[in-house]
């Protein structure tokens, strides 16, 4: 009894000291941290988890009253459940391709309607009172060639200073990740799709 008392006295102590220099270190880093600007943020990878990831982003700034704005590079009869809310709350939403649809496989309207809402995106990323901009599945139209790589970088780097922009998307482009601040890539380790399992409105989309 003495003996397990002494041993749990040990670890407790074990641990507070643990913690005690985990905390140090976090304190130093915090104090580190000194930059105040917007940043960066590509979301990729196979897994699922990029576009909820982006809009809790939005969410979160529309609960403290930012100026938010969406442009999804997705065909426009997608249904999007988040979609739905934020045009409700008034944010500035933009879908790709509304009015056609991708089962034509018109490459060119395809590119038309990639550029036309690029063209939206680049007026945003000049604007100085957007807090946060989201380009939900914008790495295909990079993929695909259906923009220009280099004119996408180009107006990311010139952007607001105080504004964040949030990229999602599979198989983000290197010379992307390269200039951005922060890259999650979220891998497939089991997904419900593969055990059969129909994708759910309201969790999937
Ligand atoms: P979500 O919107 O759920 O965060 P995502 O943005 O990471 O997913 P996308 O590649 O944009 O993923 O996928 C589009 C659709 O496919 C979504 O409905 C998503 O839930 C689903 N999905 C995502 N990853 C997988 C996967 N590994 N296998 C099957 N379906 C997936
Ligand atoms: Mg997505």
Redesign the pocket.
């Known amino acids: 009894m003495t003996d397990q008392k002494d041993e749990n006295a040990r670890l407790n102590e074990e641990h507070r000291i643990r913690m005690q220099k985990t905390q140090a270190e976090v304190r130093e880093r915090v104090k580190a941290a000194q930059e105040e600007r917007g940043t960066l943020i590509v979301l990729t990878g196979?897994?699922?988890?990029?576009?909820?990831?982006g809009f809790g982003t939005v969410a979160r700034a529309v609960g403290y009253d930012m100026s938010t704005a969406v442009v999804q590079f997705v065909k426009g009869t997608w249904p999007c459940g988040e979609r739905d809310l934020l045009k409700k709350l008034g944010v500035p939403f933009h879908v790709m391709g509304t009015g056609f649809t991708w089962d034509t496989q018109d490459r060119e309207k395809d590119i038309a309607a990639a550029r036309e809402a690029w063209k939206t995106c680049a007026e945003h990323l000049q604007n100085p009172d957007l807090h946060l901009l989201l380009m939900d599945?914008l790495t295909y139209m990079l993929n695909y060639g259906y923009l220009d790589t280099d004119e996408v970088l180009s107006a990311l780097q010139a952007r607001p200073i105080n504004q964040t922009v949030v990229i999602?998307?599979?198989g983000a482009p290197q010379s992307l990740m390269d200039i951005a601040d922060t890259v999650s890539e979220?891998k497939?380790l089991k997904?419900a799709?593969?055990a059969g399992i129909k994708?759910r409105k309201g969790v999937?989309?």
């Open positions: 196979d897994g699922k988890g990029k576009s909820t990831s599945e999602t998307g599979r979220v497939p997904h799709f593969e994708a999937d989309w």
